[in-house]
Nanobody, 117 residues
């Protein structure tokens, strides 16, 4: 089982960035997928989730209207489109896959996003 995030980097406030997460080793389409982030000295927090087999996406209030989560069950990938980024979006972003029969799920190694002028 493997989740590999990519697409992180440095971006100026107001800019955009797209994170990707490539999954392998499990039935991706059966899993709910979430993006989480952890800033220095802070707890890991949920950013956005996309359920398996359709359904509504969910977003943290802090990113609503700015971030968009999507998934491609053919390519076994999930994306996080980040627009109008702010310095407070600076964090390590993690991909997490879980299901009702695999509640602990699987985590990626994370990708760093730094928003700074």
């Amino acid at each position: 089982v493997q989740l590999v995030e990519s697409g992180g980097g440095s971006v100026q406030p107001g800019g955009s960035l797209t994170l990707s997460c490539a999954a392998s080793g499990f039935t991706f389409s059966s899993y709910h997928i979430g993006w989480y982030r952890q800033a220095p000295g802070k707890e890991r927090e949920s950013v956005a989730t996309v359920p398996s087999f359709g359904g509504s996406t969910m977003y943290a209030d802090s990113v609503k209207g700015r971030f968009t989560i999507s998934r491609d069950d053919v390519k076994n990938m999930v994306f996080l489109q980040m627009n109008s980024v702010r310095p407070e979006d600076t964090a390590v972003y993690f991909c997490h896959a879980y299901s009702w029969t695999d509640v602990n799920g699987h985590w990626g190694q994370g990708t760093q996003v730094t928003v700074s002028s």
